[in-house]
């Protein structure tokens, strides 16, 4: 398994402004999975981000608004740019087993904007 | 394309009482499934998973499931539920030999009530 950590845990915002999440893994893997969980909702796909190029986007998630960074094979930022209240949501990183598929996720990032 | 179907958005149960949450999945070839759990407030943690071999798979805190591959099904169950149980559960798939995402079902509220 992989150890995952995410600052900030949570955080309140005001509309406008942009908040930079962060994801630390205890082990190098090729590709990190930022997803979104709006309240009450399943979990979304935002992009996958691989070391050394630019993220994928999924449809309906744009660069300009969701930058990520992917410096080295171990850490990976979400940036939240010009947020809405639309925007409140839990924000999750998450690597994936390549084999199986199977996904191991930070505790969330847990994001209110007023 | 591939999609998972959770049948129920809520299952209210009482303490010590069997519960089964509904999965199904669609996929023309062969898939990994997947059974995560968000307790409140909490980031997702992987209850069992389904990759090969025995169609009756045994996950944490006494939880199982059984793989039906006749009727594309993943159901979860339980014989005794506590009242910690209380959280969300998404079931999720992966095709096998693919790079396409983990799809997830959008997920049962289990309350249990004493």
């Known amino acids: 398994s992989a150890v995952i950590s995410q600052k900030p845990s949570r955080d309140i915002c005001q509309r406008g402004t942009s908040l930079t999440i962060q994801c630390q893994v205890d082990?190098?893997?090729?590709?990190m999975f930022w997803y979104r969980q709006q309240p009450g909702q399943s979990l979304t796909l935002i992009a996958t981000?691989?070391?050394?190029?630019?993220?994928?986007?999924e449809s309906g998630f744009v660069i300009d608004k969701f930058p990520i960074s992917r410096p080295n094979l171990t850490f990976s930022t979400l940036t939240v740019s010009n947020m809405s209240p639309e925007d409140s949501s839990i924000y999750l990183c998450?690597?994936?087993?390549?084999?199986?598929?199977?996904?191991?996720f930070g505790e969330g990032s847990r994001l209110t904007v007023l | 394309a591939q999609s998972v179907t959770q049948l129920d958005s809520q299952v209210p149960v009482f303490e010590e009482a069997p519960v089964e949450l509904r999965c199904n999945y669609s996929?023309?070839?062969?898939?990994?499934l997947f059974w995560y759990v968000q307790y409140p407030n909490q980031g997702l943690q992987l209850l069992l998973k389904?990759?090969?071999?025995?169609?009756l798979v045994k996950g944490i805190n006494g939880f199982e499931a059984e793989f039906n591959k006749s009727q594309t099904s993943f159901h979860l169950r339980k014989p005794s539920v506590h009242i910690s149980d209380t959280a969300e559960y998404f079931c999720?798939?992966?095709?096998?030999?693919?790079?396409?995402?983990?799809?997830f079902g959008k997920g049962t509220k289990l309350t249990v009530n004493p």
């Open positions: 998450s690597v994936r087993r390549e084999n199986t598929g199977e996904l191991f």
């Open positions: 082990s190098q893997v090729t590709m």
């Open positions: 981000a691989n070391q050394g190029s630019e993220a994928t986007y």
């Open positions: 996929s023309s070839v062969s898939v990994y």
């Open positions: 389904y990759l090969s071999g025995s169609t």
């Open positions: 999720a798939a992966f095709r096998q030999g693919g790079s396409e995402k983990l799809v």
